[in-house]
């Protein structure tokens, strides 16, 4: 019998799940949906993420927001944000998250971590450390190329957070994140999606 595979899901990847666009990847997170149904894999998600999902947004007209909570809960495990996952976003929150690398401006080397994006680590983390989930895998699009209205600006990437960590090795919730696997939600079974013309071309990299 094949090992279970753990994976947490934040909010972008969510929103794609519901939305079906862009059409990148969408492929590889049905497939992780069937192959939990099947009971190969269990997917966690944050309850919190759950607040983002408006039928507006997600492009859902005429759904209500029991009917995306509904969907959701069909094949993942939501996880509610307890005191001690809140404290320990607090305490992500609380840190100043400078870049370690030459990739952004110099106006963009110390940024915030957004709310939403320290509650859904710190379940993950919590998932892993106090919940015995073996072998989690945070899945995620964000690698910090767009800006947010509700921080005012660009936030921590989550899958080169270890690149925001400079001075930040004597914290223990910092490290504990870091050593997490976070990538974009690749299925095995699954072509990775080619690059755009438009992206290759550019030679400026990612603020990640």
């Not at 990437?157 to 490290?175: A, Q, R, T």
Request: aromatic share 6%.
């Amino acid at each position: 019998m094949s090992e279970l595979r753990n994976i947490f899901w934040d909010s972008c990847i969510l929103y794609r799940f519901l939305r079906g666009k862009p059409l990148e990847y969408v492929d590889h997170i049905k497939m992780h949906v069937e192959d939990c149904e099947a009971g190969k894999t269990k997917i966690y998600i944050s309850s919190v993420a759950l607040a983002e999902l408006r039928p507006s947004v997600v492009g859902m007209s005429g759904h209500s927001p029991a009917s995306i909570v509904s969907q959701m809960c069909a094949f993942a495990v939501a996880i509610d944000a307890s005191p001690n996952i809140m404290s320990f976003a607090g305490a992500l929150k609380d840190n100043k998250f400078v870049c370690s690398t030459d990739h952004p401006k110099a106006d963009e080397r110390l940024r915030p971590l957004s709310t939403g994006d320290a509650i859904q680590l710190a379940t993950a983390v919590s998932l892993r450390e106090h919940w015995g989930v073996i072998g989690l895998e945070f899945h995620t699009f964000d690698e910090g190329k767009r800006a947010s209205k509700e921080d005012g600006g660009k936030t921590v990437p989550m899958i080169g957070f270890h690149n925001w960590c400079e001075g930040l090795d004597h914290k223990e919730e910092v490290s504990l994140v870091r050593e997490m696997k976070r990538s974009k939600p690749e299925h095995p079974l699954c072509p990775l999606p080619k690059k755009s013309p438009n992206l290759t071309a550019s030679k400026k990299p990612p603020a990640s």
